[in-house]
């Protein structure tokens, strides 16, 4: 017990408490904007236009996964010491690959705009179109956002989504005042509410506007797609094991199903946010003290953190919930025990969960990562499946938490070897190109039987 005191007193004193505090502010202003604004668009458009809506904002984002893992994830991890000093131009380098993925993006949802314009749906068409434009400022916002973690300024993220909440909102509410709210003019206030807050990030952290040396390109385009080989396939895969309940719940209780599911899950989201947002922050964090050989004494101590909100948080759950449920909801979903247990024990899976990974990726491992996430996405399409189609929402709810345990499962071996692993060397750019063009990488030859198929 006096061990775990002593944890969490050193981890309350000094920057790491201030920065988590940033850190859980930037993720709360920019998804509390954009909840808010979906909030207003289910409640101002049809039925139709919000469904259209959901469907092109879901496709949107397997493109932001796979963006995250190419761009944002190994900039969290290379960024704070393989290429310390050189932060400005790193950044550059990273837009640079950004504007290329934008464009590839881009075309593909157009594309996909088009075909389902020609196949008799051109409201859902209009939207692709416009996302294939309104992309690029979106994703540039999630990149310079994660820049701030970078240089542990996530303040300055912070700062950014005060801007970002302010003219989102306001902008959602003028539209809709003068008539001209829609589907795809929220994806263009959305993008250009983005690419305002992206523009001031940059300019705080001092991005050039001349590309970098071909040197410093060479070197992150060979980092980046060494680790975005398996983290833009890892994040795929998140995608689809996020996505399944609420695609499987329609096929066996109907579409109300899927809202039920949605409505409790929001009991939950702070604290599945709020982690997520601390793993974030924490990456950086674990590679520099793994550098400075100190990884053991912080992953105990973020570790004592991380179970103790974790706990706390479903213990205000099983107690208040079905109160909360009631006034937010305004009786129309009934919350039973089953469900508030299933809630309770989310926010502690998700928070070891994010605890294993972030200590894995920061050993520059994200094969193991993905290869707990192809676990994952296996065990919940099949057993979680098969619960989901008994119990519904029920099993649906039961069925993320077996996709979590399994993650756990898989991911103590390899979290056992990060903590013994050493610093990992730098890269090597004499094979790579000038440019951060993301390409396809052949997997080692150890690790290709486990690209299975999701």
Same mark, same amino acid.
């Given at each position: ?91 550059? !380098?990273? %837009?640079?690959?950004? *504007?290329?993925? #934008?464009?590839? $993006?881009?075309? @593909? /949802? &157009?594309?996909?705009?088009? =075909? ?68 795809? !003019?929220? %994806?263009?206030?959305? *993008?250009?509410? #983005?690419?305002? $807050?992206?523009? @001031? /990030? &940059?300019?705080?952290?001092? =991005? ?31 995608w689809v094991q996020s996505s399944i309940p609420y695609l499987a719940l329609p096929l066996f209780v109907g579409l109300e199903g899927s809202g039920s599911l949605r409505a409790f899950y929001n009991l939950a989201m702070p604290a599945l946010m709020g982690f997520s947002a601390l793993a974030t922050l924490c990456l950086p964090i674990f590679v520099r003290a793994r550098a400075a050989g100190e990884i053991r004494p912080t992953l105990r101590k973020v570790g004592v ?22 006034w937010l909801y305004d009786g129309q979903y009934a919350v039973s025990l089953p469900i508030l247990i299933l809630l309770a024990l989310a926010p502690l899976g998700a928070a070891v969960a994010n605890l294993l990974v972030t200590l894995v990726r920061s050993a520059e491992r994200p094969s193991a990562v993905f290869r707990a996430r192809v676990a994952t996405v296996a065990v919940v399409s099949t057993a979680g499946l098969a619960v989901t189609a008994a119990f519904g ?62």
């Amino acid at each position: 017990m006096a061990s775990l005191v002593s944890a969490l007193r050193d981890l309350l004193r000094g920057s790491w408490l201030r920065q988590g505090v940033w850190t859980v502010l930037d993720q709360a202003l920019f998804a509390g904007a954009n909840f808010l604004v979906n909030v207003l668009l289910a409640r101002w458009l049809s039925p139709e236009a919000y469904g259209a809506f959901t469907v092109a904002f879901i496709v949107f984002l397997l493109a932001g996964t796979v963006h995250g893992g190419l761009l944002i994830e190994p900039m969290l991890v290379f960024g704070p010491e393989r290429f310390k000093g050189r932060t400005g131009a790193y950044l550059r !380098a990273l %837009l640079s690959g950004h *504007a290329r993925f #934008s464009m590839a $993006a881009g075309a @593909v /949802l &157009a594309s996909i705009g088009a =075909v389902v314009w020609v196949v008799g749906s051109p409201a859902l068409g209009a939207l692709f179109v416009t996302l294939a434009v309104a992309q690029g400022a979106i994703l540039g916002l999630w990149l310079m956002r994660r820049a701030c973690y970078v240089v542990s300024r996530p303040s300055w993220a912070a700062g950014a989504g005060v801007v970002y909440l302010v003219l989102l909102v306001s902008g959602a509410l003028g539209l809709n005042h003068v008539g001209w709210l829609s589907g795809p !003019a929220a %994806l263009g206030l959305m *993008a250009a509410t #983005s690419l305002v $807050a992206a523009i @001031v /990030l &940059a300019v705080r952290l001092g =991005v050039p506007v001349r590309v970098p040396e071909a040197g410093l390109l060479a070197d992150a385009r060979a980092a980046h797609v060494e680790y975005g080989r398996w983290a833009a396939p890892t994040g795929a895969i998140e995608w689809v094991q996020s996505s399944i309940p609420y695609l499987a719940l329609p096929l066996f209780v109907g579409l109300e199903g899927s809202g039920s599911l949605r409505a409790f899950y929001n009991l939950a989201m702070p604290a599945l946010m709020g982690f997520s947002a601390l793993a974030t922050l924490c990456l950086p964090i674990f590679v520099r003290a793994r550098a400075a050989g100190e990884i053991r004494p912080t992953l105990r101590k973020v570790g004592v953190a991380f179970v103790a909100l974790a706990l706390a948080y479903g213990g205000l759950t099983l107690v208040g919930g079905r109160a909360a449920v009631a006034w937010l909801y305004d009786g129309q979903y009934a919350v039973s025990l089953p469900i508030l247990i299933l809630l309770a024990l989310a926010p502690l899976g998700a928070a070891v969960a994010n605890l294993l990974v972030t200590l894995v990726r920061s050993a520059e491992r994200p094969s193991a990562v993905f290869r707990a996430r192809v676990a994952t996405v296996a065990v919940v399409s099949t057993a979680g499946l098969a619960v989901t189609a008994a119990f519904g929402v029920v099993g649906a709810l039961f069925s993320d938490l077996l996709g979590l345990l399994t993650e756990l499962v898989v991911l103590v071996r390899p979290a056992r070897q990060s903590l013994d692993a050493p610093e990992p060397p730098a890269v090597s750019a004499s094979s790579a190109s000038t440019d951060l063009t993301p390409r396809p990488a052949e997997p080692e030859a150890a690790d290709a039987p486990l690209l299975e198929p999701v």
